[in-house]
């Protein structure tokens, strides 16, 4: 499986957009990459995924590179309640291994009023 | 829609006493179940997961056992508790399908005393 690369930590205001980045330079052509987080003491949550193209949803937008060893999370107006501990994962494509999730340290993204 | 639920959400045990940690999926019909158990820092380790009605398969060898007795339960346990149990366990569900979701229920808290 591809290994992830995050910043440990990040700083955002409140209102702001807030990008978090990861890199996953050994990402095979099959595999999704994939957002979760996780606020403290509870269960992580899904965010966004994405194959190659960008996406967006209620939550977020995902870039992704074109050569797909990077993409970007964005929260377009990040709010207190944001602040959590932000993961991006790799995934293979399909079979019994797919639900094999190994989060990595993540990135603590903190949220200032 | 899905819903995921697990309880007890907290869990205090003395050492030796047995376990038993509950999952059931809403709205889906022959998930993938999976276990996992976060340690502190954040990692997340896969115990247990299952395709279907009495198929487990277990990732590590361990003091707990896990068991489906439906399609969309699954059962978490263990005869005798160790201090080393302790920690965070996390039910999921997918499809088991490329591109698709794992949804996480809300945790359960065990602490071995």
């Known amino acids: 499986d591809a290994k992830t690369t995050q910043p440990p930590s990040m700083d955002c205001a409140e209102g702001r957009a807030a990008n978090l980045p990861c890199n996953h330079s050994?990402?095979?052509?099959?595999?999704?990459v994939y957002w979760y987080r996780q606020i403290h003491s509870q269960g992580p949550q899904y965010i966004i995924h994405?194959?190659?193209n960008n996406e967006t949803n209620e939550m977020a937008s995902l870039i992704i590179t074109e050569d797909r060893k990077s993409s970007t999370l964005i929260l377009p107006h990040a709010t207190l309640r944001d602040t959590a501990v932000y993961y991006c994962i790799v995934l293979p494509a399909g079979g019994t291994s797919y639900g094999k999730l190994t989060f990595g340290q993540g990135t603590i993204l903190t949220v200032h009023p | 829609s899905q819903t995921i639920h697990q309880w007890p959400a907290t869990l205090v045990q003395p050492v030796g006493s047995p376990l038993s940690l509950e999952c059931t999926v809403e709205?889906?019909?022959?998930?993938?179940l999976y276990w996992y158990r976060q340690a502190a820092g954040r990692g997340l380790q896969l115990l247990f997961y299952?395709?279907?009605?009495?198929?487990i398969s277990s990732e590590v060898p361990q003091n707990l056992s896990a068991s489906r007795p439906q399609d969309r339960q699954f059962i978490l346990s263990s005869k005798k508790l160790l201090l080393s149990d302790s920690g965070f366990y996390l039910c999921?569900?997918?499809?088991?399908?490329?591109?698709?979701?794992?949804?996480f229920g809300e945790g359960s808290w065990l602490t071995v005393v």
């Open positions: 999921a569900w997918g499809t088991g399908n490329a591109g698709n979701t794992i949804y």
């Open positions: 299952s395709v279907g009605i009495g198929q």
């Open positions: 050994t990402i095979s052509g099959n595999e999704y």
């Open positions: 709205g889906t019909s022959n998930p993938n």
């Open positions: 994405g194959l190659k």
